[in-house]
């Protein structure tokens, strides 16, 4: 399984795999409306090359951590963070 997931990101670009969101609207609005504080620690399990954790980062929230079976699909999200990636688990 995990060798799938690493060939998959290493081969092939996320945004046009089926499960790509470019915003993760439904999740935002979800832990918008939990009403944690900016500083609650937040997991986003399966968050691959998502773009949910730099939309968090943009909205405020601090304490994220992203868990992924895939190095290759975290080194894509990342990367995509540049410096800001260095504030994320």
Known sequence: MKQHWENVYKTKRAEPLSWFQPRAERSLRLIRE??????????????????LVYELLEAGYRKLTVLDISAAALAVAKARLGERGNTVN
């Open 34 to 51: 939990t009403a944690l504080g900016f500083s609650a620690s937040i997991i986003d399990v399966g968050g691959g090359a998502s773009r």
